[in-house]
């Protein structure tokens, strides 16, 4: 059971406070319902007696946000390249309600952002909504403002893709122009 002014999470929408539990009238059926007030003054009933089953759950503490702040600094995840199963695998560990599963969809679409310039519409909208989850929960964790956690959150993942990505890349890079620049020799040199 949860109380009025608690900061819990809702799976697929972020975290929120409970603002006040009222019984309401829905389909004929009066019941118990949370109301939460979520980011960008939006409201989301939950009834009382499934709120549990439907995944909701407590805010986590600082102690845990910054294990998931880890997860954003750490290598991605493997991935299918089928964008449709990576679509459908994504959606899965969202629908979790796990936060550092949505940290990793996080930083495992951010860095194929990164790599490929851009995203599938379905993907970009992904992406964005695991951000906002990401976001709303860990400015309640960490009593930061919105714009901060945004700022910590897409440092984490530029440093990370820097450190697994861009040494890669500069590798290739190197050994492309390495190539293009080799002039073999034919002994036309000696004549």
Known sequence: MFNIGDNIVYPMHGAGT???????EVLGEKQQYYIIKMPGEVMVMVPTAKAEAMGVRNVIDEKSANSVLQV????????????????????????TGDIYEVADVVRNLSFKQKEKGTLSTGEKKMLLN????????????????????????DNKIDMSYK??????EAKIDLQQNA?????????????
């Open 179 to 191: 190539v293009n620049k080799f002039i073999p020799f034919n002994g036309a040199a000696n004549a």
């Open 72 to 95: 954003l600094e750490k290598d991605e995840t493997e991935m299918s390249n089928n964008w449709n199963k990576r679509y459908r695998e994504n959606l899965d560990k969202m629908k």
């Open 130 to 153: 695991a951000k906002q989850i990401l976001v709303s929960e860990l400015v309640l964790a960490e009593h930061s403002s919105k714009e901060e956690i945004e700022k910590l959150i």
């Open 18 to 24: 409970i603002s006040s539990i009222e019984e309401k």
């Open 163 to 168: 450190e697994y990505r861009v040494p890669t």
